[in-house]
């Protein structure tokens, strides 16, 4: 019989060819289209690199006013969809509402799913981009009992998203430039990452021809495990349950444990061994949310800092190259921005939407693109014979 490579993990096997997306692990470098994550977070915004991760070059001005204009007419979600919330138990976790609810746009947009037509992907794919701050601002707004707020057309991505999550009922919500350009660095660092656990399962899902928007469901529903996406939010809950400085070591003790299955979440990567160089960018990021909303002696910063110290100077982490990762400080951003926890985890899905978006699209266009199908090392009994019951 055919003998496959064993590759538990898929570390040393590339499943596709890719132009978006570049990242040199042992040196921390992450690029998109060639551009260095360090100069979009700087100098761009979310829209250009929406723009970019889609179309392969940042765009000329009239070409990123009309893109943004182009995902503003799909902010709405269909009336209807409002009443599907109503289903859902209050205290359900926003991810679970997430998975159901961007699964469920596959039943209201019809004209396009069509994916050998460019034209309906794009269609597909600014929907997805646009709608997804709604029903993410809404999940949250669901889960507190507050009533959903319409996005706003006239304000950018990360502010419309901020005034649906934060406007509370008989007062104007004003955003705080400060906080929207935070949070659009927040969603820059998160918008594509090549082929990780959440991507892989977007173009698995699609290699088989299946409807976009339930592809980008598959994903939402692997980002959330703890190991990728769900992170931030385990890492603050962590941050949390250590409470306090002098309870560090007994932490650091348990992660390096060989019989204790816990981790130090928000620490450590597949791919980076060096850096992480989101990481960076998120704690300045940080440090900035921290000072505008007067959070900058928020007790859990204390442990967090700490913690780093502590980590970065291990003989364990060291050698292990375990390095805190992105999702270790926005935590605290998020938290500084008024975000609860379980909303951590629907913010990268919101952000990463476009990274899912942009690889279905390169996929579906890639000659080679075959439908993805592992093989395996079957390890079990060889042929035997069926046993009737009364004789086993
Ligand atoms: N704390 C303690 N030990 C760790 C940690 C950690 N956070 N991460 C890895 N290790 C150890 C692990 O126990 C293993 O030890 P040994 O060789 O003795 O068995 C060794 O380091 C290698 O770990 P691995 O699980 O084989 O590495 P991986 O590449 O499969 O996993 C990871 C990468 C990110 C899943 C892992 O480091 C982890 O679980 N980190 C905590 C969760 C986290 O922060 N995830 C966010 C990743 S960044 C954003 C994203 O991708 O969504």
Redesign the pocket.
């Known amino acids: 019989t055919k003998m496959f490579t064993y590759d538990p ?1 898929f ?1 040393s096997t590339a499943s596709c060819e890719s132009k978006i997306t570049y990242i040199d692990g042992d040196r921390g470098v992450l690029l998109h289209r060639g551009y260095p994550i360090e100069q979009l977070a700087e100098h761009g915004d979310f829209t250009e690199v929406c723009y970019l991760l889609l179309y392969g070059e940042l765009p000329k001005p009239p070409q990123k006013e009309e893109f943004a204009h182009r995902v503003t007419q799909h902010t709405m979600v269909h009336e209807q969809m409002t009443k599907f919330f109503s289903g859902y138990r209050r205290d359900a976790h926003p991810m679970a509402v997430m998975v159901g609810t961007v699964g469920a746009l596959s039943a209201f947009y019809h004209d396009s799913t069509d994916i050998t037509d460019p034209h309906q992907r794009m269609i597909a794919s600014l929907r997805m981009i646009a709608k997804m701050p709604t029903i993410g601002a809404m999940a949250y707004k669901y889960h507190i009992g507050q009533p959903f707020v319409y996005p706003k057309n006239n304000l950018d991505y990360a502010a419309n998203f901020l005034r649906m999550c934060f406007t509370v009922p008989c007062e104007e919500y004003v955003v705080n430039p400060v906080l929207a350009r935070a949070m659009d660095r927040i969603f820059i660092l998160h918008a594509d ?1 090549e082929q ?3 991507t892989s399962t977007v173009r698995l899902a699609g290699s088989s021809g299946a409807n976009p928007f339930a592809c980008i469901a598959a994903g939402i529903a692997c ?1 959330w495990g ?7 939010e ?2 603050l809950n962590m941050l949390v349950e250590i409470g306090t400085v002098d309870r560090i070591p007994e932490y650091i003790a348990k ?2 444990d ?1 019989n204790d299955p ?11 061994k060096n850096y ?1 160089p989101r990481a960076k960018i998120m704690q300045k990021t940080m440090y900035e949310v921290l000072e505008a909303t007067g959070h900058t002696s928020d007790p859990l910063m204390k442990v967090a800092l700490e913690l780093e110290k502590v980590a970065l100077s291990d003989e ?2 060291i050698e ?1 190259k ?1 390095y805190p ?4 400080y926005s935590g605290i951003t998020l938290r500084a921005l008024g975000f609860p926890t379980t909303m951590f985890t629907v913010l ?1 899905a919101l952000a990463r939407t476009v990274g899912w978006v942009a690889q279905w699209n390169e996929m579906i266009q890639d000659p080679h693109q075959r439908i993805g199908r592992p093989r395996q090392l079957y390890v079990d009994a060889p042929l035997r014979d069926y046993v009737p019951i009364s004789n086993r």
Not at 325 to 328: A, K, P
């Open positions: 993990g570390t990452h990780n656990a959440s980002l703890p190991a990728h996406g769900g992170a931030n385990a890492a992660a390096k060989r816990f981790r130090l979440m928000g620490f450590g990567h597949r791919v980076y992480d364990y982490f292990k375990l990762n992105v999702d270790f990268f």
